[in-house]
């Protein structure tokens, strides 16, 4: 039995689904409520704790209190199977079929996916993924987060914000990350997200299953840049109204700016591209 009600899907709600991805702003994304057809007494008992071992803990300034877990040997069932779930054929088809992309490959390695965490205080600063995923030589087309909090509000902090990359000061969408909404957006240079308002400090746990597609072809809208880029800066830097804090800030958009400029000309001069 699947975790997921997308196999009950009816051509005319994936064509609706796929209508409103292409139309949506500030970029392709839909999101799809009570996607899960488990309940979270079945689900949360194996969910890993703040304090667990096997979390991979961010001290990133741009991703306070961020835990992700990427191996899937260590994720105990049935979210083992739910992460499988989503490479499945069926959920493929279902994400080809939404995003227009056709022949999408799952990462079986989860680089970068998987499970994910943050607690009371944890947020993250707007920014666009890794294009490249290195280790398989494939390329980011489109993300899934599906989310496991139940009874959550706009209130609680911590809902996805959806920027249009001329203003990542202010959200054109924000989606509160209840129990089994799913997200499916494009991955690109301009799929800005983040979540800026921090989680309450009420008990809360913002939990959530991640996958990422891509495909074995790049196309002009890549830029070969493989680290997350962060797109706004100065609320996340330590004491930025010093004038060492604003050198080092300057110092920093020049290199990355730079490494970008870098990583894109030696990308579309590689030999990939006449293969």
């Not at 990542?168 to 690109?188: A, E």
């Not at 958009?253 to 400029?261: D, G, I, P, Q, T």
């Amino acid at each position: 039995m699947s975790h997921f009600r997308i196999r009950s899907f009816t051509d005319a709600q994936i064509a609706a689904y796929a209508r409103e991805y292409a139309a949506a702003r500030p970029f392709p994304h839909v999101v799809i409520p009570d996607v899960l057809s488990a309940a979270p007494a079945d689900t949360l008992p194996s969910f890993p704790a703040l304090d667990a071992a096997c979390w991979k803990r961010s001290t990133d300034a741009y991703q306070r209190g961020k835990l992700t877990l990427s191996d899937i040997q260590l994720v105990a069932e049935p979210l083992a199977t739910m992460l499988r779930e989503l490479m499945e054929p069926a959920v493929l088809q279902f994400v080809e079929q939404i995003s227009g992309v056709a022949q999408l490959l799952p990462d079986p390695y989860l680089q970068g996916a998987g499970l994910f965490c943050s607690g009371a205080g944890g947020y993250m600063a707007p920014h666009t993924d890794s294009h490249v995923n290195e280790r398989l030589g494939i390329y980011r087309r489109v993300n899934i987060l599906v989310y496991l909090n139940p009874e959550w509000s706009e209130a609680d902090g911590g809902c996805l914000e959806l920027f249009d990359e001329a203003d990542v000061g202010t959200p054109v969408r924000t989606i509160v990350p209840g129990w089994g909404t799913m997200v499916l957006f494009r991955s690109d240079a301009h799929s800005v997200h983040g979540f800026t308002k921090p989680i309450a400090d009420s008990g809360r746990v913002r939990r959530a299953l991640a996958m990422y597609y891509y495909t074995a072809v790049d196309t002009a809208a890549f830029n070969g840049y493989s680290l997350t880029d962060w797109r706004r800066h100065d609320p996340y830097w330590t004491s930025p109204t010093s004038v060492l804090s604003q050198a080092r800030l300057q110092l920093y958009r020049a290199l990355r700016f730079s490494s970008k400029a870098l990583a894109y000309l030696a990308h579309r001069a590689g030999p990939h591209l006449a293969n």
